[in-house]
């Protein structure tokens, strides 16, 4: 038995060369070679079965989550950025070259008029820079969660898609956080079409996108285990008192910095137990492995043995399942990660 797993090499166009941190320029974390190390060792386990699906999707399925006016703000900054750069970088006399990226200006957004006159108002941090290739990588990582998505809908059990760049920091009007579109939810999108959907979301960081496109959306289960936000990105949500809109089923879980195997597995058993309550039909796991004890970006302590462990308990609900990889920085431990990960999915 293998799991279906959806790949795409467009995620490769998608590279910037750094990002701002505490001052200073630093290597972007959320680079190609993610992809590359996630594919290598799942290859040499076995446990997958890889294909490129064709590219499917829909610019409805991309506005059944986002904004109209995100969308088409994306689409033209990638294919116009270079012609941005060099108006923008002439007024500096600064050299900018074919290859630039766009870093969104960090100034908070404020709702004077219409967000369509003010199109920066579409990504809120410099963490997610747009190149003139940026388009193309985004909207193939859409495409493979939005395959896997039809996957499952076609009686497909367990789908993995190694989406790239990730999305759920990628809310209904914003991209941030590495995350332009949002991937899960777009597939989750898709799912709600025949039936309730539960959400899951694993990452060290709280999944601020997710939650703040299924706020309203009874049909959803979302629950999110993440580093507090009083200390880590987000910041401004993932507190326990966010449980969405009238008669919405929201969890968050934040944990504190240290968090080990045996806290985080019974934080997430119990959040496991509220899922089940809810009796969904589908389940999605925004899958990140930046909670293992050597991620660079992050602090918790989790090990090989805590991802084999929570893929059990994932299997273990008995439910048509799409993972949809998000973050995870211990670039070359990726592979070794996703092994024990679906080792223990496929443990009966
Ligand atoms: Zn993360």
Redesign the pocket.
């Known amino acids: 038995m293998s799991i279906l797993t959806y790949f795409s090499p467009h995620h490769a166009l998608h590279n910037p060369p750094h990002e701002f941190m505490h001052g200073q320029f630093v290597p972007y974390f959320e680079m190609p070679s993610r992809i590359d190390y996630l594919r290598q060792g799942l290859e040499t386990s076995g446990l997958v079965s890889i294909q490129e699906p064709l590219l499917q999707i829909s610019k409805e399925a991309l506005t059944s989550v986002h904004d109209p006016n995100m969308i088409a703000y994306l689409e033209m900054l990638s294919g116009n950025v270079t012609t941005i750069l060099q108006k923008s970088f002439e007024m500096y006399r600064i050299e900018s070259d074919e290859n630039g990226y766009f870093y969104e200006s960090s100034f908070p957004k404020r709702h004077y008029g219409s967000k369509t006159d003010k199109p920066d108002y579409y990504i809120c941090d410099s963490t997610s820079p747009v190149g003139k290739d940026t388009w193309q990588a985004i909207l193939y990582s859409a495409n493979l969660a939005y395959c896997g998505a039809l996957a499952l809908l076609d009686g497909e059990k367990r789908v993995y898609t190694m989406c790239r760049p990730p999305g759920h920091h990628a809310g209904r009007d914003f991209a941030g956080g590495y995350c332009y579109l949002n991937n899960a939810a777009i597939a989750t999108a898709q799912l709600l079409k025949l039936g309730k959907v539960a959400i899951v979301d694993v990452?060290?960081?709280h999944g601020n996108g997710t939650q703040d496109i299924f706020w309203d959306e009874p049909r959803v289960f979302f629950a999110s285990l993440h580093a507090d936000p009083a200390v880590d990105y987000p910041y401004y949500a993932g507190y326990p008192d966010e449980t969405g809109g009238e008669g919405v089923s929201l969890v968050n879980v934040p944990l504190p910095h240290g968090t080990g195997e045996t806290e985080y597995l019974s934080a997430l058993k119990k959040v496991l137990m509220q899922l089940r309550d809810f009796q969904p039909d589908f389940l999605v796991i925004s899958l990140?492995f930046?909670t293992y004890k050597d991620d660079p970006m992050a602090r918790f302590q989790l090990d090989m043995s805590s991802y084999r462990r929570m893929g059990q308990m994932f299997n273990g609900l008995q439910l048509p399942t799409l993972y949809v990889q998000?973050?995870g920085y211990c670039i070359e431990k990726l592979g070794e990660m996703a092994t024990a990960f679906f080792q223990g999915v496929l443990a009966e």
């Open positions: 990452d060290y960081h990140g930046d998000e973050g």
